[in-house]
């Protein structure tokens, strides 16, 4: 729906404002606190040590409660005693808290159900006084980009990007009058939960989409080519199937294997530190465990980072070549690419792992989309094994059992898989895109509505 512009405008008086409606006003935020009490910065170094945490007592608010709009989570509480040092950091209902540091400038008003509790160092407590509706105050700083294009300018060189009570004083806002406010607050209200139904359907859809690519991967890697692609590939299409021995792969094609990784390997290691010292413009492609994914099993490119390191350096030994697998083997466990010719002669970091197989018997691609199934993601993760893994050995990764078909079986899955995973990848970055198109549509609208640029009034009649 298109919706118009207000009939008459004014020079608001502010160069990157602009024009705003002639009856709007136009003020820095400071002039609608609280006299002496109306923005308060929660307290900082010892005022709240650790050690001082109750398990029963007064709660306090953090960054989280504003980032997740939820005033209930969170487990950090101070004493009743403690509390009566600190009363001049509570929150009540209608105040209006800010975060700081890192996603500096989100703000949430306290909601009447939140429970009487303190802020800490991380949030700017608003009170406000006068004709302001918290709801619409809440929509301009949160989420419009003209107060977020403020603070991104005036936070430039502070630490961590964040932002401080001066700050947030000298931030230029135009009102309309208290009506209009509330009309406009109800008016976005309706629009943005509209919209945030739309985009969690299609967030819903991506989920079931990655699902059923993970169970096409798992049955696949398991059972064979579903019977019309394995007749294309020259394979019997309905194969006699056999207890694999292994209790949680479950049945396989009779004429399969089922072996340790290890039998397979020809070279194995893990990247060496110090990297940060070879860093470079240009030069050999440097893959971290940032550019494994657990959904494809090619290395990621959108974020690369450059070595340039000299001759004869202990890291050569990690030297990339076309087929090797990737492991990562810190943090983000079950992530595993092939390396192809757009990473070959790179370098790896000391969260991989690199592993070299022998080709006259395993397909480096058919064994990645074995780790990317079910039960190689469960072995990887130790669930397989009985327990949960945050680290893996180079060992671990030896250990791993996989299902091997013959050679030419597991290149008619390999390419299989690619095709279908591919086309189901094409679906979900359609609905990312449209995902993409509907906040940018939600910030535009928002950003519109309470600057002035468009007329909601009839709207909400």
């Not at 105040?95 to 949430?108: E, H």
């Not at 690519?213 to 020259?234: M, N, Q, S």
């Not at 002669?345 to 000391?350: A, E, F, V």
């Amino acid at each position: 729906m298109k919706y118009p512009a207000y009939p008459k405008y004014k020079d608001s008086g502010v160069a990157w404002l602009g024009e705003v409606p002639e009856h709007w006003e136009v003020k820095r935020l400071k002039n609608l606190l609280v006299d002496g009490d109306g923005i308060k910065i929660g307290p900082f170094g010892s005022a709240l040590r650790l050690e001082e945490m109750v398990d029963v007592g007064v709660k306090v608010y953090g960054q989280e409660n504003i980032i997740n709009n939820d005033f209930d989570i969170g487990h950090r509480r101070i004493s009743i005693d403690k509390h009566k040092e600190m009363l001049a950091y509570n929150v009540r209902h209608g105040d209006i808290l800010v975060t700081m540091m890192g996603t500096s400038g989100k703000c949430k008003a306290v909601p009447e159900n939140a429970e009487p509790g303190i802020i800490d160092s991380h949030l700017l407590r608003l009170r406000i006084v006068g004709a302001v509706c918290k709801e619409f105050l809440v929509m301009l700083i949160d989420q419009s980009s003209i107060v977020q294009n403020q603070i991104n300018f005036m936070g430039q060189g502070s630490i961590m990007q964040g932002i401080n009570s001066a700050i947030v004083k000298e931030l230029v806002i135009s009102f309309p009058p208290l009506p209009e406010q509330r009309a406009i607050a109800a008016f976005l209200d309706a629009q943005t939960s509209n919209l945030d139904t739309l985009i969690a359907k299609k967030r819903e859809l991506i989920d079931k989409l990655k699902e059923k690519r993970a169970a096409l991967i798992t049955r696949t890697v398991t059972r064979g080519l579903p019977p019309d692609a394995a007749t294309a590939a020259g394979l019997d299409p309905h194969p006699k199937m056999k207890d694999s021995g292994v209790e949680w792969l479950g049945e396989v094609p009779e004429h399969w294997e089922v072996a340790v990784l290890r039998r397979f390997i020809r070279f194995i290691t893990s990247g060496s530190r110090g990297w940060a010292e070879y860093y470079a413009d240009d030069g050999d492609i440097f893959v971290r465990i940032g550019n494994l994914t657990r959904h494809s099993i090619r290395v990621d490119l959108t974020d690369i980072q450059y070595v340039d390191p000299p001759q004869g350096a202990e890291g050569e030994r990690t030297r990339i070549e076309i087929g090797d697998l990737l492991f990562s083997i810190t943090a983000y466990l079950g992530s595993v690419s092939v390396a192809t010719i757009d990473v070959a002669g790179g370098y790896i970091n000391q969260h991989i792992a690199l592993v070299r197989i022998g080709m006259d018997e395993m397909m480096p691609e058919y064994v990645a989309y074995s780790t990317l199934a079910d039960f190689g993601q469960a072995q990887l993760n130790g669930q397989g094994y009985g327990g949960t893994k945050i680290q893996l050995s180079l060992d671990d990764v030896k250990s791993l059992w996989v299902p091997v078909p013959p050679l030419p079986e597991q290149r008619a899955i390999a390419a299989y898989l690619d095709r279908e995973t591919a086309a189901i990848d094409v679906l979900v970055a359609k609905v990312e895109t449209a995902i993409d198109r509907l906040q940018e549509y939600r910030a535009a609208l928002i950003t519109a509505a309470v600057t002035g640029q468009i007329d909601i009034r009839e709207a909400v009649q």
